[in-house]
């Protein structure tokens, strides 16, 4: 994950993340470095599974286990925050980027394995 942050924006001052009234920024943290190789090595050591084309045609059946690997490469999130969210968001990240958001742009607890 790539995370960039612009100068503080006069015309906004609530954060996303805290909802607090602060001078904010835009950031951006963007996906793009992980190719699809990438992907499926992370998917593969959570799941110790080998994702072999059958086991992916079998997770597009299945709605909610929907895998589209190359598409995670395209995510990229854009929040006004304040200058401790991006202190707390800004920390290298290691896992899918719904995780991420979930984990934490929204402050939640572990999400359950894939």
């Known amino acids: 994950m790539r ?3 612009g100068k503080i924006d006069p015309a906004k001052n609530r954060c996303d993340r805290c909802e607090r009234t602060a001078p904010v920024r835009e950031c951006e943290f ?8 990438h ?3 992370l998917w593969q050591a959570r799941t110790g599974q080998r994702l072999t084309n059958r086991r992916k045609e079998r997770l597009k059946q299945r709605e909610e286990d929907q895998l589209d690997l190359k598409a995670l490469s395209a995510v990229t999130y854009y929040l006004d925050l304040c200058e ?3 202190q707390e ?7 899918f980027p719904a995780e991420f958001y979930q984990q934490v742009v929204l402050r939640e607890g572990a999400l359950p394995k894939l």
């Open 3 to 5: 995370a960039r942050c």
């Open 30 to 37: 963007s996906f793009r470095d992980g190719s699809y190789a």
């Open 39 to 41: 992907w499926k090595a």
């Open 84 to 86: 401790g969210c991006w």
């Open 89 to 95: 968001c800004r920390a290298p990240w290691e896992g």
